[in-house]
């Protein structure tokens, strides 16, 4: 195991694992570090591969509401009650709110590699975040998880596809769409990562094949092995940062940053 290739897949696990919790787009990021530093990133089926990272980080953090929901979307399909009505009708938002992400994902797959990945326009992209985080830095919701409409869901749903354009942050675009329904902060935020789930695990399976080609070439084994758990850990801490900052208000830092960011690689690349 080579010493420089292990540290470039710690570093981009470091990198996926930070920034696909956060609204500052991970696909964004690993571009970014692609033009500035040289540094040679795999091809998409990386970014899904150690995206499901940041998954199991969610099932973690996330476990106690994912497993009440789960059983009593179970126990409403073999004998609806009331009592279960409330995680079937979450659940089935869940399902309509990623029929937009997938039906894009399959026509625009080639696409998101290509020309819309080029730094300028990354550039953009991450302008339109930090604006979209900018307006919605003082809301502050009242609507509950049975409160949410299916109109919020398509929503949210439609602005969840706008993630497969590098620098548009999908965990971002499902917050302010979900905030700007008057949804409650924590629970904007819940939904969002919630709608990543079946997306993430979409992907993964609609990539399975290219992804156990990347791991199966020679040496490469422990390298996306060691990017994964990397990724894991600092997704975790991640979550919990974004969970803190979202419940008091501060997604103002996160526009900041993006701003920031966007002026840079806007100027630098008509340099």
């Known amino acids: 195991m080579e010493f420089f290739e292990l540290l470039k897949y710690i570093i981009l696990g470091i990198i996926q694992g930070a920034t696909e919790p956060l609204p500052v787009s ?3 990021h690993l571009r970014i570090v692609s ?8 091809d998409l089926h990386f970014e899904i591969f150690v995206n499901a990272a940041s998954l199991v980080a969610v099932f973690i953090i996330y476990r106690k509401d994912l497993l009440e929901l789960i059983a009593g979307t179970l126990n409403y399909i073999r004998k609806p009650k009331e009592y279960d ?7 089935m938002l869940l399902v309509i709110g990623t029929i937009p992400a997938v039906v894009a994902g399959l026509f625009l797959y080639d696409f998101i590699g290509g ?19 900018w307006l919605i830095r003082n809301l ?17 749903g439609l602005a969840q596809t706008l993630a497969l354009a590098p620098g548009i942050s999908r965990s971002g675009a499902t917050i302010v769409a979900a905030m700007a329904r008057k949804i409650e902060p924590a629970v904007a935020l819940k939904f969002s ?23 199966t070439a020679p040496g490469m084994l ?3 092995l060691i990017s994964f758990m990397v990724a894991l850990i600092v997704s975790y ?23 920031t960011i966007a002026g840079i690689l806007i100027i630098s690349s008509f340099m």
Request: hydrophobic share 50%; glycine share 6%; charged share 15%.
């Open 26 to 28: 991970s696909s964004g």
């Open 35 to 42: 033009y500035f530093f040289g540094l040679d990133v795999p």
């Open 85 to 91: 009505r409330e995680p079937f009708r979450f659940t």
């Open 115 to 133: 020309e819309i990945a080029e730094i300028r326009n990354v550039g953009f992209a991450l302008l339109i975040t930090a604006t979209a985080l």
């Open 140 to 156: 502050s919701g009242h609507k509950k998880e049975f409160q949410i409409t299916i109109f919020d869901t398509i929503i949210i």
């Open 193 to 215: 990562f919630f709608l990543s789930i079946p997306v993430s695990i979409g992907s993964l399976v609609f990539d399975l094949q290219r992804i156990y080609e990347a791991i």
């Open 222 to 224: 422990w390298y996306y």
């Open 237 to 259: 801490y991640a979550i919990k940062l974004l969970i803190n900052m979202v419940t008091r208000g501060k997604l103002l830092y996160f526009a900041i940053y993006c701003f």
